[in-house]
C-alpha cells in the first residue's frame, strides 16, 4: 500500500518541554488515522510539524511525496487543513469566506452544496461572528474541503457540535473515504474513533503509546471497549478513579 | 490572478465594513485640510508669497492618509491577522505571503488616492487651488512617500511580537508623525529648533517632497527627501521579509 504520509523521528520542544518526542507515523493511502491523547500529549504540535507551521528541531515530514516546508505551494494544492481554533475576520461573510478559499485552489470543490451537507445553506450572508460554536466548527471542517484534498488534517472536527451534526460530518467523511480521501484526526471522542478511524495512535507526553487498529488496541488492554483502553493507555485511568 | 482578484475583492469590502480607514484616512484629511482652508485659505502663505497657505499645504494635507492607512490600518490589521491565525490558515493554502501583503498595499493605497482626491476637489472648490508643479512628478512623489511609509508599516507588523505591542508601536509612530511632520500642523509655523527635530521623522521629508512638487519647487528641495526615504524603504522592506511570520 502507498504512504500517503511518512513521519520519522520527529522531535519539537518548547523550552525545556519536549512536546513531540522522536515520532516515528505513516499513514496509508485512503486510510482515516487516529491521533489520541490528552490536552497537552502532543497531538497538535505533531500537526503542525507535520504541515510545516511549527519547524520541527529534528526528523523528517513527507507528506504526498513532497517536503511541507519546501513544496508548500505545490503540496497545499491537495492538502486541507482544519485547526482547533480558527479565528476569522469578525465581519467576514460565510459566502465571502468561501469564495476567497475557493479561489486559493485550482480544482476547488463547490461550495454551496458542501453548505448543504453541512447543514450551512441559507446562512451565506452571515457574518462569522454571527455564527454559534457549532455552526463555526461545521464552516472550519468545510473550509478544510474546499481544495477537494487527497489529504486532509482535522483537528478536534466535532468538538462543540451536537450529536445529529457530528453524524452528518462523519457521514460526510465517510462519504469522502470512498472517493480515496485520506484523513489525519484528532479527538477527544472515542465513538468517533471507533466509527471513523481504520488505524490509531495514542500519544503520551510526546511519545507513542500505542499504535494499531481500535481492535488491536483494545484487545491487547485489559478491557473490552475502546474508552477504557484508551484512559488505560494514555495513563488517566487513575486520574479518572481517582476523581470519582 | 483569481486568488488576487478574489482576496483583493474581499479586502476592500472588508476595510470599508470596518471604518477605520475610511474615518482616519479619508474623512480626517479632509477635516484639517477645512480646518486649514479656514485659517488661512486663499491668502498669500507668507508675506510676499508667490504662493496661497492653501497651496503650501495642499502637500501636508494628501499626507495624513498615508500615515493613517501605513502606520495605523496596515500593521494593526497584519498583526490582527496574525494574532487571529487567520495568516496561520494562509499558510497551509498555496497562497504566497507576498500576495497577501501586496493586496494590503494595494487596498490602503485606493485609500489614500481617493483621501488625495477628495481632498484636491475641497481645496480646489472652497480656496481655488490648482497644482502650481508637474501633476506627473507630484503623483510620482505621492506613491513614492506612500511606499516608503508602507514599508515602515509593514516593518511594524513583522517585529510586534503581539498585539499590544503592534498597537503600542504604531500609536508611538503614528502620533508624532502625524502632529510633527507638517502634514496637520504646517511645518512653516513650528519654531526653529522644533523645525530640526521634526526633520528626523521619515514623514517629515515625505511631506517636504510633495511640498516641493505640488508647488513646483526647484529640483534641489527634493533631493535629501528622496535620499532618505529610499534608505528607510530598503532597510524597512529587508527587515519586514526578514522578520515576517506567519504565526
Redesign the interface.
Known amino acids: 500500500m502507498t504512504k500517503a504520509l511518512i513521519v520519522k523521528g520527529l522531535t519539537k520542544s518548547y523550552g525545556n518541554i519536549r512536546a513531540v518526542d522522536c515520532l516515528d507515523l505513516e499513514v496509508n493511502k485512503g486510510e482515516i488515522f487516529g491521533l489520541l491523547g490528552h490536552n497537552g500529549a502532543g497531538k497538535t504540535t505533531s500537526i503542525e510539524c507535520i504541515?510545516g507551521?511549527k519547524k520541527v528541531d529534528v526528523g523528517t515530514v513527507e507528506l504526498l511525496g513532497m517536503n511541507p516546508t519546501a513544496d508548500?505551494?505545490?503540496l497545499?494544492?491537495s492538502?486541507g487543513?482544519q485547526?482547533q481554533?480558527?479565528?476569522?475576520?469578525e465581519?467576514?461573510r460565510v459566502s465571502?469566506i468561501c469564495?476567497?478559499?475557493?479561489?486559493?485552489?485550482k480544482a476547488p470543490a463547490d461550495w454551496r452544496k458542501l453548505l448543504k451537507s453541512f447543514g450551512l445553506s441559507g446562512m451565506e450572508k452571515r457574518t462569522v461572528s454571527e455564527l454559534s460554536g457549532g455552526e463555526r466548527q461545521r464552516l472550519s471542517v468545510l473550509?478544510a474541503l474546499i481544495?477537494n484534498p487527497q489529504f486532509v488534517f482535522l483537528d478536534e472536527l466535532t468538538t462543540g457540535l451536537d450529536s445529529k451534526a457530528r453524524r452528518d460530518v462523519w457521514k460526510y467523511i465517510e462519504s469522502l473515504k470512498t472517493d480515496g480521501l485520506t484523513v489525519l484526526l484528532t479527538s477527544h471522542y472515542m465513538d468517533e474513533v471507533e466509527t471513523l478511524c481504520d488505524r490509531i495512535c495514542i500519544l503520551k507526553k510526546g511519545q507513542v503509546v500505542v499504535m494499531g487498529t481500535v481492535k488491536e488496541l483494545v484487545a491487547k488492554s485489559p478491557y473490552d471497549n475502546l474508552d477504557e483502553a484508551y484512559l488505560w493507555y494514555s495513563g488517566e485511568e487513575e486520574a479518572a478513579n481517582e476523581s470519582i | 490572478m483569481?486568488?488576487f482578484?478574489?482576496?483583493f475583492k474581499?479586502e476592500f469590502?472588508?476595510s470599508l465594513?470596518?471604518m477605520n480607514i475610511p474615518i482616519f484616512g479619508i474623512v480626517q484629511p479632509i477635516i484639517v485640510a477645512i480646518i486649514i482652508g479656514l485659517t488661512g485659505g486663499s491668502k498669500p502663505a507668507f508675506e510676499g508669497a508667490g504662493y496661497s497657505f492653501i497651496d503650501q499645504s495642499f502637500g501636508a494635507l494628501t499626507a495624513i492618509c498615508i500615515c493613517a492607512t501605513g502606520l495605523m490600518g496596515m500593521p494593526l490589521l497584519l498583526s490582527d491577522?496574525r494574532h487571529?491565525?487567520?495568516l496561520?490558515?494562509y499558510?497551509?493554502?498555496?497562497?504566497?505571503p507576498a500576495l497577501l501583503l501586496f493586496v494590503q498595499v494595494l487596498v490602503n493605497l485606493i485609500m489614500s488616492i481617493i483621501s488625495l482626491i477628495s481632498i484636491y476637489i475641497i481645496c480646489s472648490v472652497c480656496w481655488g487651488y490648482s497644482m502650481d508643479g508637474n501633476v506627473g512628478l507630484f503623483l510620482l512623489s505621492y506613491l513614492f512617500v506612500t511606499l516608503s511609509i508602507y514599508s515602515i508599516g509593514m516593518m511594524l507588523a513583522s517585529l510586534a511580537p503581539n498585539m499590544k505591542t503592534a498597537s503600542l508601536l504604531c500609536t508611538l509612530i503614528y502620533f508624532p508623525m502625524l502632529f510633527f511632520s507638517g502634514a496637520t500642523i504646517p511645518y512653516e509655523i513650528m519654531p526653529k529648533a522644533a523645525r530640526a527635530a521634526m526633520d528626523i521623522l521619515p514623514l517629515t521629508q515625505g511631506v517636504k517632497l510633495l511640498k516641493a512638487t505640488s508647488l513646483g519647487l526647484p529640483a534641489e528641495n527634493a533631493v535629501i527627501p528622496i535620499i532618505i526615504l529610499a534608505l528607510v524603504s530598503v532597510v524597512c522592506v529587508i527587515l519586514s521579509i526578514k522578520f515576517f511570520r506567519?504565526?
Open positions: 504541515l507551521v508548500r505551494k505545490k497545499f494544492e492538502v487543513v485547526f481554533q480558527t479565528s476569522y475576520h465581519k467576514v465571502e469564495e476567497v478559499t475557493k479561489s486559493l485552489y473550509l481544495p | 483569481k486568488a482578484n478574489a482576496i474581499n469590502k472588508l465594513r470596518d491577522y487571529r491565525k487567520i496561520k490558515r499558510m497551509v493554502t498555496p497562497v504566497s506567519w504565526e
